[in-house]
């Protein structure tokens, strides 16, 4: 298992993994996920709240996030399997 903390900020989307993994947001963010390796647009997203998780249960789904601008904390801790 690898855990990692990968830092995020408003301006634009952060590759996160694409790997099976538990990924833990320590801020409010967005949240993006695609099978193929493409930027989100800025309009699509879930909002992911503070200590929110999220499980990412498959290799391939790429996992992207941004954090909101109102945020205090701008990381996500990720752990890949």
Known sequence: MINKRVLINSDSWTLLTDKTSLIQFN?????????????????????MAKGEKYVNSTNGVYVYSKSASSADVHSVTVSEV
């Open 27 to 47: 801020g409010d963010a967005y949240m993006y996920i695609n099978d193929v390796a493409v930027v989100a647009a800025d309009s699509v997203g879930f909002t």
